[in-house]
């Protein structure tokens, strides 16, 4: 793999009030929405010192876009010449951030105007008893065609809220495209591991590093793009196998136990008795058609996406009504 480095140059790169970040945005032939995503971090009331583009492979016009559009933004591209994945192209894009934080954006999502500048204003007033490790946004869903189709409300809002999550086998959850933390934490930790919710492990492994809290702002900065062929979809038993896994060695830490590796729960999970293993495939298959499902109605296809809704709600009704009620708001 051949991999190089391109510097859009001919614009200073400064500082922009108290706070100096670095925008990291992967992409595998985005060219349907990069323009959306680029766009919105241009428009940041609080501008970035630079965005990193990742060109993960990309065959198609994405990088041409983002260049097209960014004639007076300061835009990096490194490029993989064969795609690697999204979690090793972000750790190249945090090995090559220079600032002391870093913002996501997936390539598909957009930010509001205000997101940075929200989220700096609220570290900078912060005054709890634990650091902010990771900070989030609440958001909104949106579909291909880039209309609004209900909320994105994911992650708790207080300290309290996050320790009282965990002490009860809960996952730091965010937005992804909303996520903003001091680079040096993610590098300390090895930053992401690909391995289905790379997310959350990594979000997970900055707070046990910092003893710091991993919360949102409630309020919504962030368009979180329901698309089909995602990752979401693509890799649904990864994420399913990896966030059992998590919740799992967060139980055994407050056991005293130690965490198990993904090859040690993977040969827990194959002992477990027939009617364990079989409720686990249910959960797992109305996670798979609930995503297929909810993605495909709101993007038109409402014959196929209805069919998959209901063998979801037939496994698990609780998980599709919770959707829908979402998708309402």
């Known amino acids: ?31 349907r929405f990069i323009r959306d995503a680029v766009t919105s971090v241009q428009m940041q009331t609080h ?91 609440m958001g909104r869903h949106i579909n291909e065609a880039g209309r609004d189709i209900g909320v994105c409300e994911i992650g708790v809002t207080s300290a309290e809220a996050f320790w009282g999550n965990l002490q009860d086998g809960g996952l730091p959850c965010i937005v992804h495209s909303s996520a903003l933390f001091r680079r040096e934490d993610a590098l300390a930790v090895d930053s992401y591991v690909d391995d289905g919710a790379e997310d959350l492990e990594l979000w997970e492994r900055m707070s046990d590093l910092t003893a710091g809290v991993v919360i949102s702002l409630d309020k919504s900065l962030v368009l979180y793009r329901k698309k089909r062929g995602g990752k979401m979809h693509t890799n649904v038993w990864a994420q399913c196998l990896n966030l059992d ?13 130690p965490p198990l590796t993904r090859e040690e729960y993977v040969a827990f999970l194959r002992s477990q008795r027939l009617r364990e293993r079989v409720r686990r495939w249910l959960r797992w298959k109305a996670v798979k058609n ?34 829908i009620r979402r998708f309402r708001r």
């Open 47 to 137: 501008r970035p010192r630079e965005l990193i583009l990742v060109d993960d492979g990309c065959t198609d016009e994405t990088v041409e876009i983002a260049r097209s559009i960014a004639v007076d933004f300061p835009l990096r591209v490194l490029r993989n010449v064969q795609p690697t994945g999204a979690s090793p192209a972000r750790n190249w894009g945090l090995r090559e951030a220079r600032t002391e934080w870093v913002a996501i954006l997936d390539a598909d999502d957009v930010w509001m105007p205000e997101k940075l500048e929200e989220q700096f204003r609220f570290i900078e007033a912060w005054d709890g008893q634990w650091p902010i490790a990771v900070l989030g946004s």
């Open 290 to 323: 609930y995503r297929f499902g909810a993605t495909n109605y709101v993007n038109g296809r409402k014959f196929v996406g209805s069919g998959q809704l209901s063998i979801a709600m037939l496994l698990n009704p609780g998980r599709v009504r919770s959707g």
């Open 1 to 31: 793999m051949e991999e190089g480095v391109e510097s859009l140059a001919g614009v200073s790169l400064t500082k922009c009030g108290l706070y100096d970040v670095t925008v990291i945005m992967t992409a595998h032939n985005e060219a």
């Open 245 to 257: 896994r998590l919740s799992a060695n967060r139980r055994r830490r407050q056991e005293g136990l």
